[in-house]
């Protein structure tokens, strides 16, 4: 079975021990620290029984570089665990063909794997370089920084909300909105760039107040942001403006799986930051400030401050 | 969750970023490659529902560094991810409490975690550190070698083979069957002892000959292995010569969950293992050698080939 799915040649040259064996080996090259993050997605929960096993493959991977991405690592290993209900030969290939070819792209190379039967599951563990002592982590946000993020946010918390008929869009708009829940584009060429300018990063996959916190947290800072900053695509933000204004608060601020990155970075860096925004083709949206008051401040488009922060929507509960 | 059960301090000096962030980060020592092993253990499949939590955290990571030993690695990182079936906080604890135990004795860091909800499965990677190039494959047997395995072999199939009835042992010897079953001890001193001396080797988690013969196909190579030299407790051995010799035999040759290590060695070696044997005070012995003919051949106590070769017995089928 691993044989079959999961062995690949060649191997790059600081592999050198691949699949197969009781673990893989390698070499790491001088100058890098290795960045390491295990990822478990679960059927049910992070995904459905009839959810496509190409883009699950695909997803699968994605959540992982996205991590290794707000580290600021250059991806280079995986190695990929999963539970299946039977050996169920085309599934798996039909999955690994989604995995591969992201694993492609970013040249990921497979150095290991499990299997076994069980109910759906698949765990990847995957292995980043970054210079020796670059790595971003959620630690260094200081007073006075910005705090920026990248691409859209709420386009797949949007795309659920119309599957679940909560709110409605222009059915032209769905397939898009529906791409980026299904295959997201982990933000690695960004994270790359994103050392020596930002102060700290992680990605936002539970949604932005949520995931904020976490780098206030680290960092033992507060911040203060504009709801009227945060960037979305246009019919989120009609709908910001309608009868359904909770909902799209919601997929916006809380919605997760957007796997963008948000990062916080001085303010010397705006122009730094302008001109990485333009080579990458990706918005990168300044959308407020650190604070050296505890806790996390969101303001409506009047600038009065939320007295709650709308809470993930979990839609398999 | 995470930061309740998982966070541990003090940091390794070479741990930069521990568990907490998106990405654990570490800085490579000189002179040392990586071994890296995943692991998935699903309810039902390799443990019961009901079985003692502070044992399966104690096994789950067993396994693991079983394959760290046979690469020769010394084990340093683990990441757990974990699916449970509620946030069931006293199961985890007890968990936790079997798996930190095992990590002390042999200085493993958790450096990184994932929990979700979900049907259980846990899910483990560790990283062991081992002299650059001196990791030790399943492909290096070469014909004359001499196959070993360390401790003896059967003992939890056949802790297996007990509780289902199969067949009945000395009620006395039961609960240490049982503990090999539920709580191997990964061979990591062994494995490390073994670099320079062992050609090949690997864990046996399948059962020797499934096993063995994945140290043949890599090697490109054969062996010849009695019966009558498989190290394994008296019970079995009287077993063995008894009406229920097929079950003995199955538990001897294919029983699976030894996590004890085979390895190959150039005949030469024999004083130096011999020397192991006693400082590590484990058995180490010589079962066959290897051949230049592909495949395996097990001849029992007369000396004639075994027509066919025991397979594993599924307990839970």
């Known amino acids: ?13 600081d592999v050198r021990v691949g699949i197969g064996d009781d673990a893989a080996v390698i070499a790491p090259r001088a100058g890098v620290d290795y960045a390491i993050s295990v990822d478990m997605l679960v059927e049910g929960r992070h995904f459905l029984p009839d959810s496509d096993p190409e883009l699950l493959g695909h997803k699968t991977l994605a959540v992982n570089l996205s991590d290794l991405a707000a580290m600021g690592a250059q991806p280079r290993f995986a190695l990929l665990a999963g539970a299946l209900p039977s050996s169920d ?36 563990t995957v292995i980043g370089e970054v210079p020796a002592g ?20 709420g386009d797949a918390a949007l795309a659920l909300a119309v599957a679940d008929a909560r709110v409605d869009v222009d059915r032209a708009l769905v ?19 994103l050392r020596g300018i930002a102060s700290a990063a992680l990605d936002l996959s539970d949604g ?35 009868p359904r204004r909770d909902v799209a608060l919601q997929a916006l601020l809380a919605g997760g799986d957007d796997y963008e990155l948000c990062f916080t970075a001085h ?19 300044p959308i407020g400030t650190i604070t050296d008051e505890p806790g996390l401040v969101v303001c409506d488009e009047s600038g009065r401050r939320l007295p709650s922060l709308p809470r993930a929507f979990d839609h398999f509960a």
């Open 208 to 242: 932005l107040t949520g995931d904020l916190t976490h780098v206030l947290d680290a960092s033992h800072a507060g911040a203060t942001n504009d709801v009227a900053a945060v960037p979305c695509v246009d019919a989120l933000r009609a709908l910001l403006h309608g």
């Open 267 to 285: 303010p010397a860096m705006r122009d730094r930051i302008a001109n990485l925004a333009q080579q990458l083709s990706l918005p990168l949206t």
């Open 1 to 13: 079975m691993i044989e079959r799915h999961f062995r690949r040649s060649p191997r790059s040259a």
């Open 134 to 153: 670059a790595a971003i982590t959620r630690a260094g946000a200081r007073p006075g920084d910005i705090v920026h993020v990248s691409g859209t946010l």
């Open 175 to 193: 397939p898009a909105l529906r791409r980026r829940l299904d295959a997201p584009e982990p933000r690695v060429a960004l994270g790359i760039a």
């Open 89 to 124: 030969s085309e599934w798996i290939t039909t999955f690994m063909r989604g995995f591969d070819a992201l694993a492609a792209r970013y040249g990921v190379e497979l150095i290991g794997g499990d299997t076994t039967s069980g109910p759906r599951n698949l765990c990847v």
